[in-house]
């Protein structure tokens, strides 16, 4: 089941399995690999770079140093040399040395030559997160998913799904300028906390979007994205411009317990990269970047010598991304996975791996 560790691999993340990791562990308890510096090139990303580093790359806040000309330790451009020093008290530092070009403001380097741009790296590859971010993703109840426009007729007799380019009739929007943009969704699956009766509420799936050609009682629309099946009866939404993420990893400021509760993909098992549903929110203080341990139980076994029931800890079997926050669900990313990932795993804080939980090969 190893092969899902490298399957689809969203986030550079998955270096860290690579890198060899250094015998000694910093004073602060963080597991330092043996690389010195790293200069950043184009496509990196920050979650790759911290795997350079550390064997935990969501501990990287904890050593940042945030030089005084960098107004935003989140803003790392290619060609900026990460290097890793030792403070006073012994503990570990990483720096950014910028030899060139005024990246952000109040930089003290030398500015750029005329109309050179340069963008800041994301924290990580945003092909399966950024269709997440551009839609509500989330719905209090059925009713008000019914009560959103919809797209209502088509033209076409006898066609059931729809696709890029096909006209259609929406109900529900009235004096929308033309021109004007929605998202489509669908009801995605009703989100419930194990063991509690009222549900949490519904995701919604991203189908696609439509454009607005007139004005009229029912108002003529074109398909201008499809990312799914589309047919009548789909919802419509303001589509919001979704910005490129700049998640920094970090761990939850409090201890978090939550579960998989959905999947927005149709795979009996969950890989690298796929997103899922998680029952816990900002309620439960989650925030963007969070890291979480995905464990599964193990059940118990027999003690040798006494005979008696033992019980085996969990199992670590891959690590998640949140990247989108509600009040009280969150959506997250697979960022590892060395067994298939099941709707119930259980989600925690992470912690640093044990010479035990290593030589298992559950760390």
């Not at 910093?26 to 979650?47: C, H, M, N």
């Not at 940042?64 to 989140?74: C, G, L, S």
């Not at 750029?112 to 551009?134: D, K, N, R, Y």
């Not at 007139?214 to 990312?227: G, L, P, T, Y």
Request: some cysteine; glycine content about 10%; aromatic content about 8%.
């Amino acid at each position: 089941m190893r092969k899902y560790i490298w399957r689809n691999t969203l986030f550079c993340l998955g270096l860290s399995a690579m890198a060899p990791v250094m015998g000694q562990t910093a004073p602060s308890g963080i597991q330092l690999r043996s690389e010195q510096s790293y200069t950043v090139k184009s496509g990196d990303t920050l979650w790759g770079i911290a795997a350079h580093f550390l064997r935990h790359p969501w501990q990287w806040p904890q050593i940042w140093h945030k030089n005084p000309y960098i107004h935003n330790p989140n803003l790392i451009y290619p060609g900026d040399r990460i290097v890793l020093t030792h403070g006073a008290n012994g503990q570990p530092e990483l720096r950014v040395e910028r030899s060139y070009g005024s990246h952000a403001a109040g930089s003290s380097a030398v500015e750029l030559h005329p109309q050179m741009t340069v963008e800041p790296l994301s924290t990580v590859a945003t092909g399966e997160v950024m269709p997440f971010l551009g839609t509500p993703g989330f719905i209090a109840s059925k009713k008000a998913y019914d009560a959103l426009p919809y797209l209502a007729a088509s033209a076409s007799s006898g066609q059931i799904v729809y696709t890029v380019g096909d006209k259609l009739y929406a109900s529900g929007l009235k004096r929308v300028p033309v021109g004007t943009r929605y998202g489509i969704v669908a009801l995605g699956p009703e989100l419930r906390r194990p063991g509690v009766e009222k549900p949490l509420g519904y995701a919604l799936y991203d189908l696609g979007s439509i454009i607005v050609r007139s004005d009229s009682s029912h108002a003529a629309v074109e398909i201008a994205d499809a990312r799914r099946e589309i047919s009548l009866g789909d919802r419509l939404i303001p589509e919001a411009g979704a910005k490129v993420p700049r998640y920094f990893p970090s761990a939850p400021a409090h201890p978090v317990s939550a579960r998989i509760i959905a999947k927005m993909s149709d795979y009996p098992e969950l890989l690298v990269g796929q997103a899922v549903i998680v029952d816990q929110g900002r309620e439960a203080g989650l925030s963007d970047g969070n890291l979480l341990r995905i464990e599964r139980t193990r059940g118990d076994t027999k003690n040798a010598v006494t005979g008696k029931s033992f019980a085996l800890p969990p199992q670590k079997v891959g690590e998640v991304m949140v990247f989108r926050v509600f009040p009280t669900v969150s959506y997250a990313v697979i960022t590892m996975a060395t067994h298939g990932i099941l709707v119930g795993d259980k989600l925690v804080s992470p912690r640093p791996v044990t010479a035990s939980d290593s030589s298992a090969g559950n760390g």
